[in-house]
Structures are given as structure tokens and as C-alpha cells.
T-cell receptor
Framework: DAGITQSPRHKVTETGTPVTLRCHQT?????MYWYRQDPGHGLRLIHYSYGVKDTDKGEVSDGYSVSRSKTEDFLLTLESATSSQTSVYFC???????????????FGNGTRLTVT | GENVEQHPSTLSVQEGDSAVIKCTYSDSASNYFPWYKQELGKRPQLIIDIRSNVGEKKDQRIAVTLNKTAKHFSLHITETQPEDSAVYFCAASSDNFNKFYFGSGTKLNVKP
């Protein structure tokens, strides 16, 4: 399995508080992603990164920000948590050194976030 | 952006039967189509993938087919077993930063 660690694994927080989720990889992959998973919606891309300090928005980026100061770490911040952000958050990585331009995503174990 | 639709949302089969899950995509630039299996409480894991220059790929009991003209691809599982019970997701991506767009998932239940 790809070396991806997400922390925390579970978190309960109150509406209006900031929350930061961490993703750490040991694979030295260039691409990193944050997805959220909700019933009936599959996995939706929040933000992604294609290098240190290089990030961009995905499909559902409102209310979220990211930072990538080192290759191995990708942080997701909920600036002011809302109940609609209760979800399971997955970090993923992808290898840009593959012989093809695309290579599969490898996921972390997820963070279950509950906003009360 | 890309839109991936997946059907059915739930599928129940008897052990030993075949299961087929279908996906369509909208962006003709998509050229890579992986399938993921997610067991309850676990992370999605890649089970098979196909690139746009190939029409079919097989790995033991699972196979994937791709019709680029119609923009649809399918997952076929033969001789299903109870351990195949899980949620399956299709996805599509292009060369654009390797971003993946996922279908909404199919919950497969294999009855012993």
C-alpha cells in the first residue's frame, strides 16, 4: 500500500470553528488531492496540488483552503466549519513519473469529520 | 467539467452469477478509466483500469470494457463471491493534472 497517512482519523467539532486535516505521504509523488465522500455523491474533488505551493480548486472548493509547503504534506483547512461539511475526507496521491500521463489515485484511510 | 454517471446504484446477485456496472462520461478528453472497490469503513482501492487506446482488459474474474464513441465503460465481475460485496466506483480522468471524476457508486450485494 502507498505510504499515505491522514490525521486525525476522527474529529468532532462545533459549527464556526476552524479545522485542519493533514495528509502525509512517503512516496515523493508530485500530485496530491483532497476528496470528500458523501452518500449518493461518490467522491468529489475539493482541491488538488501539482507541486510545492502549487494548488488549485476542484469541484466543491467553497469553504475550504489548502496548503502545501513540502512535497510530503498537504493540509486541508475548513475556515469556519458548517454542518454541511460533515463528511468523510480522503487524501489521495498520484505518481507523475509513470510511463503514461495518467496513473491511478492511491487513497489514505480517511478522516471522519462531524460538525455539530 | 467532466460528468460521470454510474448505474445501477444498488445491485444484488446470487453467488456465482455475473454482475455488470455501467458508467458514462461526458468529456471526450478523458483517456483513463479506473475502477475502485470500497469495503465498509475502508478506503477505495484500485481493482482494474483501462486506457483509451484499449477496448477491453481482463484480470481473472473482473473485466472492463470501453466504448469511446459512445463514451461509456463497464465493469464485469464473473462467478461472484460473497467477498465481492462492496461499493464500486468508476472514475474518469484526462491529462489535465490527473484530476479524477467519480461516479456515485454501486453497492453490490452477493448473496450466498
Amino acid at each position: 500500500d502507498a505510504g499515505i497517512t491522514q490525521s486525525p482519523r476522527h474529529k468532532v467539532t462545533e459549527t464556526g470553528t476552524p479545522v485542519t486535516l493533514r495528509c502525509h505521504q512517503t512516496e515523493n509523488h508530485r500530485y496530491m488531492y483532497w476528496y470528500r465522500q458523501d452518500p449518493g455523491h461518490g467522491l468529489r474533488l475539493i482541491h488538488y496540488s501539482y507541486g510545492v505551493k502549487d494548488t488549485d480548486k476542484g469541484e466543491v472548493s467553497d469553504g475550504y483552503s489548502v496548503s502545501r509547503s513540502k512535497t510530503e504534506d498537504f493540509l486541508l483547512t475548513l475556515e469556519s466549519a458548517t454542518s454541511s461539511q460533515t463528511s468523510v475526507y480522503f487524501c489521495a496521491i498520484s505518481d507523475d513519473r509513470a510511463p503514461f500521463n495518467n496513473s491511478p489515485l492511491h487513497f489514505g484511510n480517511g478522516t471522519r469529520l462531524t460538525v455539530t | 467539467g467532466e460528468n460521470v454517471e454510474q448505474h445501477p446504484s444498488t445491485l444484488s446477485v446470487q453467488e456465482g452469477d455475473s454482475a455488470v456496472i455501467k458508467c458514462t462520461y461526458s468529456d471526450s478528453a478523458s483517456n483513463y478509466f479506473p475502477w475502485y472497490k470500497q469495503e465498509l469503513g475502508k478506503r477505495p482501492q484500485l481493482i482494474i483500469d483501462i486506457r483509451s487506446n484499449v477496448g477491453e482488459k481482463k484480470d481473472q474474474r473482473i473485466a472492463v470494457t470501453l466504448n469511446k464513441t459512445a463514451k461509456h465503460f463497464s465493469l464485469h465481475i464473473t462467478e461472484t463471491q460473497p467477498e465481492d460485496s462492496a461499493v464500486y466506483f468508476c472514475a474518469a480522468s484526462s491529462d489535465n493534472f490527473n484530476k479524477f471524476y467519480f461516479g456515485s457508486g454501486t453497492k453490490l450485494n452477493v448473496k450466498p
